[in-house]
Each structure stands twice: as C-alpha cells, then as structure tokens.
C-alpha cells in the first residue's frame, strides 16, 4: 500500500505561480510511476502531467505544456507539480496518482488539494 498526500493548493490570480507536492509513503521501494490527475465541477477526472520512477520521462497533457513542470525526490519520497502562467480554467482538485511502472492503471491516490485562479 501508498499513502498520497497533496499539498501547497490555494488561490492564486491569473498568471501567477503555484507549486504542489505530493508526499508518498508506504511501500514506495518499489518502482513507482506518479502522475497528477484534476477534476473541475462537473467535469471528469483528466490527466495533467506524469513522471517516470526513474524521473527521466514526462508527459504532459497538452493544455499544460510549456507551463506545468513534474518532478520527484526520490530521496524524499515527493512529487512537485509546478504551475506557472496559470489560467482560470486550471481551477480544479489536483490528485496525486502512483502506479507500478509495469501496471498501466493508477492504483494508489491522494485526498486532492483545490487549486483556484481567480481572472
């Protein structure tokens, strides 16, 4: 099992910066993919950005490229999300996700933390 706890949500105004962690523990020896999922209101559950156990390979959903950057300690069992230039349509609750490398569904995740850029 893997406990996820996301924090460093709040509000922020159009074009400002946010950075979001995401601390995992538990079993995390092994080989963890993590990835960052939001859900506006009313809206389904989309895939904002992911990171390799090894950190070396990111993706990226295309409404954050260029502003969103993933990254991860391992060393400190922590994911970041940094989020610049944001925009009012990235309101939403940000979840921290992991998954085996070798599984292709997210298995674990966290409690969700609001993020709201206000115009």
């Known amino acids: 099992q893997v406990q996820l706890v996301e924090s460093g949500g709040g509000l922020v105004q159009a074009g400002g910066s946010l950075r979001l962690s995401c601390a995992a523990s538990g079993r995390t020896r092994s080989s963890y993919r993590m990835g960052w999922f939001r859900q506006a209101p009313g809206v389904e559950r989309e895939f904002v950005a992911a990171?390799?156990?090894?950190?070396?390979?990111?993706y990226y959903a295309d409404s954050v490229k260029g502003r969103f950057t993933i990254s991860r300690d391992n060393a400190k069992n922590t994911v970041y999300l940094q989020m610049n230039s944001l925009k009012p349509e990235d309101t939403a609750v940000y979840y921290c996700?992991?998954?085996?490398?070798?599984?292709?569904?997210?298995?674990?995740w966290g409690q969700g933390t609001q993020v709201t850029v206000s115009s």
């Open positions: 990171i390799s156990w090894s950190g070396t390979s990111t």
């Open positions: 996700a992991a998954r085996p490398e070798s599984r292709r569904e997210y298995e674990y």
